[in-house]
């Protein structure tokens, strides 16, 4: 086995968007690619000598031959030892547990979530720190600066290591112990559920339907809901992940997650359905014909959260990303707990839940998660409402009815514009961005407008500012509009428009969505003239 140091040449466009570098998977198969950041990630968080790392991924095609680089670049950079989980599997919620519980200084993440997978659609990767939590920014610019100005990598030349085997091995003096990825998580999952009740519901007749859209979330889901809680076989579908996700988009919600949804929709409904995403840290929850937007969800949670052994004792506060409907504001109003609006991106929350300032965090695109871990966790949250519903006996439909009626409603949905040309884009939004100044006091399809800003977020941890994070439009009545480009898509620009209206009237608490957003979605095109600029007539993405 020999240590060799390659030379290098910096390689543009390695900056780590909202969740890690995400780019298509032929750019990462380029020769250099994934080697020149890892080598920045090592370099930028003061060498790797000595150190200890987690590694897995969510399965996507390229997961098996990245997780053997990193793992032979690790043991070059004199790392001690790497954590695997067996064939390079590990969900993220269940690497940020492992980061946490094994007292690791971090680990490195293969996934592009919910984007697709295969020989031309995405790869990624991510690195999480000591906390278990995404690098915060700080950390991101250190490791894109590193990918800026780096000469060389250091690589040893081995056999692949089998990461089919539990147990332990060593690569160049690197200990890899290779474990299972399910177990702890699981642990970790009868901690904070009341299993019992959740076993008493399936065995009274309570039904659903978990789609884990062949991503990396199945063995998980299969070994707790059919395995541990007793949900009937079967309950559990698409439960092997697949390199490319079966072609579909492992993106759990009502346009990707289209077969439950149809399901739900149908007289052969079950009581309960939910999905997850490609590495297992989004969800998507469905009643009999209710879907439930996340923006609700997560209040709901918090509202119920002491139904939860883990949470009986309350709540210390909740946060939101800005973009998420303020649903929860109204919670944490009722509960006299602190609600912090953060920039999107789970790396926002990591300071509030370290600090103890928050218990419970959540965002509209479908992530809810709490200081268990640092990272949004889609089966969590799906454990969380059988929880919920085991201990009210209610369906789906009946919390949220109760729900509205005691905090009112946030209607909420985002419109997405997906591979928009760049340039019209940035447009867009620098056109909009001028005239905020002019916006407050205009009349919009009959609303008139109270405040117009761009939101800038102050860490009241850390003190960091993040600035640019999103154009919001707020109107009189407590409706909002927020304009946003993505920092997660790999082909031109996504527009991303978050629309939300608040509805306190008992009797129009049960509207469609997209009808009580009528005036809200004109407005948001008037604003911001987005089909003139885009040249869409309509989103390509509503959620
Ligand atoms: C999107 C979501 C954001 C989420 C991020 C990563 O980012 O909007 O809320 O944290 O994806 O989620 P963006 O910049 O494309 O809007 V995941 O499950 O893709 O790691
Ligand atoms: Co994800």
């Not at 092997?240 to 149908?266: C, E, R, T, Y």
């Not at 409904?269 to 969800?283: E, L, Q």
């Not at 941890?461 to 997660?488: P, W, Y």
Request: proline letters at 5%; glycine letters at 10%; one cysteine or more.
């Amino acid at each position: 086995m020999t240590r060799y140091v390659v030379a290098t040449t910096p390689i543009d466009g390695q900056k780590p968007g909202t969740s890690g570098l995400r780019k298509k998977t032929p750019v990462f198969m380029q020769p250099h690619y994934l080697e020149n950041f890892v080598q920045a990630i090592f370099t930028g968080t003061g060498g790797a000598e000595g150190k200890t790392y987690v590694l897995g991924g969510d399965g996507r095609y390229f997961n098996d031959r990245a997780a053997q680089v990193i793992l032979r670049m690790a043991a070059a950079n004199g790392a001690k030892k790497v954590i695997v989980g067996q064939n390079a599997l590990l969900s993220t919620p269940a690497a940020s547990n492992l980061i946490r519980r094994r007292q690791t200084d971090g680990g490195i993440i293969m996934s592009a979530s919910h984007n697709p997978g295969g020989p031309t659609e995405d790869f990624g990767v991510k690195f999480n720190t000591a906390n278990g939590g995404p690098a915060p920014e700080s950390i991101t610019e250190a490791i894109f600066e590193q990918t800026k100005t780096l000469s060389e990598y250091a690589i040893c030349e081995a056999q692949d290591v089998d990461l089919s085997k539990l147990g332990v091995t060593t690569l160049f003096g690197m200990e890899i112990e290779v474990v299972d990825p399910v177990v702890d998580y699981h642990l970790m999952m009868e901690e904070i559920f009341d299993f019992e009740a959740i076993r008493d519901l399936f065995a009274s007749g309570f039904t659903m339907r978990f789609d884990a859209m062949h991503a990396v979330t199945g063995p998980y889901a299969k070994a707790i809901l059919e395995g541990s809680l007793g949900a009937p076989e079967g309950s559990v579908v698409n439960a092997v992940p697949s390199p490319d996700f079966g072609g579909g988009h492992p993106d759990p919600n009502p346009i990707w997650a289209k077969p439950l949804m149809d399901l739900m929709f149908s007289c052969d409904a079950p009581d309960f359905g939910a999905a997850s995403d490609g590495d297992g840290d989004r969800n998507m929850i469905v009643g009999r014909n209710t879907y439930v937007t996340p923006s609700d969800s997560l209040a709901v949670l918090a509202a119920n959260a002491t139904l939860v052994p883990g949470y009986k004792d309350g709540l210390k506060g909740v946060a939101r990303s800005m973009p998420t409907s303020r649903a929860l504001d109204r919670v944490a109003e009722a509960l006299d707990i602190p609600c912090y609006e953060t920039p999107t991106g789970w790396k926002f929350f990591g300071n509030l839940l370290d600090a103890g300032r928050a218990t419970l965090c959540g965002e509209e695109s479908a992530g809810t998660g709490s200081d268990h871990v640092r990272e949004k966790d889609g089966l969590w949250a799906v454990l969380f409402w059988l929880n919920v519903l085991a201990v009210r006996q209610q369906s789906v439909a009946e919390v949220m009815a109760e729900h509205w009626a005691k905090f009112g409603r946030n209607y909420y949905s985002r419109h997405d514009f997906e591979a928009v040309d760049s340039d019209a884009a940035n447009g867009l939004m620098e056109a909009l961005r001028n005239r905020l100044p002019n916006q407050p006091g205009r009349v919009v399809e009959g609303m008139t407008i109270e405040a117009a800003d761009e939101f800038a977020y102050d860490d009241p941890v850390d003190g960091s500012r993040s600035e640019h994070q999103g154009i919001r439009i707020m109107f009189k009545d407590g409706g909002r509009i927020v304009f946003r480009l993505s920092g997660t898509g790999t082909e031109g620009a996504t527009l991303r428009v978050y629309l939300e209206k608040v509805e306190t009237n008992v009797a129009a608490l049960q509207d469609n969505p997209q009808n009580a957003l009528s005036g809200i979605i004109a407005a948001a095109d008037k604003l911001a003239e987005i089909r003139l600029r885009t040249g869409r007539d309509a989103p390509d993405v509503i959620t």
